[in-house]
T-cell receptor, first 115, second 116 residues
């Protein structure tokens, strides 16, 4: 089975632009989460989606939005990009069968550079 | 989620056993302890998870004392390819049906460098 796939792998944008990042979860996984990782820090939670509904949101501005499609893939959108949005954006999927000790599977991320 | 404290960095040599300790003094009754490994430009990878005592899998062991206020990740006979950042996470990962997000809170992790 393929793992979590993210596209594109790298992206360069300028301040004020908009960006869309894409994620395909592992087949059968219904939950997708997004994380932002700034260089030298651990990943920070942005969103979680399950069955196409937002189930949680981290401490990020409204410029960040996401959605999940019927096939469980997901998009992360960031508007009005700032230099501080430069980071590795990670997508993680899980089965979410309700077990409390379920593990997450991460993709390799999209490296976004804002100039 | 309980706050965790780990060493910022550790060095080891190939073939040695490496132990990384994580402190989580305010761990809650329902919290599990999970360790992830991350290589540069890649997403974190699940290593091991436990609740109490000792857990062992094909890549690591996790030791948790009775008071659960700390845990130790043990990597047997490390190789150069084990050079990575290791994250300790503590949380109860609520069921999705409760409406709560399954949010993982990562700290800054421990940079393990394995030397030849």
């Amino acid at each position: 089975d393929a793992g979590v796939t993210q596209s594109p792998t790298h992206l360069i944008k300028t301040r004020g632009q908009h960006v869309t990042l894409r994620c395909s979860p592992i087949s059968g996984h219904k939950s997708v989460s997004w994380y932002q990782q700034v260089l030298g820090q651990g990943p920070q939670f942005i969103f979680q989606y399950y069955e196409k509904e937002e189930r949680g949101r981290g401490n990020f501005p409204d410029r960040f939005s996401a959605r999940q499609f019927p096939n469980y893939s997901s998009e992360l959108n960031v508007n009005a990009l700032l230099l501080g949005d430069s980071a590795l954006y990670l997508c993680a999927s899980s089965l979410n069968r309700g077990r409390v000790n379920e593990k997450l599977f991460f993709g390799s991320g999209t490296q976004l550079s804002v100039l | 989620l309980a706050k965790t404290t780990q060493p910022i960095s550790m060095d080891s040599y190939e073939g040695q056993e490496v132990n990384i300790t994580c402190s989580h003094n305010n761990i809650a009754t329902n919290d599990y302890i999970t360790w992830y490994q991350q290589f540069p430009s890649q997403g974190p990878r699940f290593i091991i998870q436990g609740y109490k005592t000792k857990v062992t899998n094909e890549v690591a062991s996790l030791f948790i004392p009775a008071d659960r206020k700390s845990s130790t990740l043990s990597l047997p006979r490390v190789s150069l390819s084990d050079t990575a950042v290791y994250y300790c996470l503590v949380g109860d990962f609520p069921l999705i049906s409760s409406g709560s997000a399954r949010q993982l809170t990562f700290g800054s992790g421990t940079q393990l460098t394995v030397l030849p």
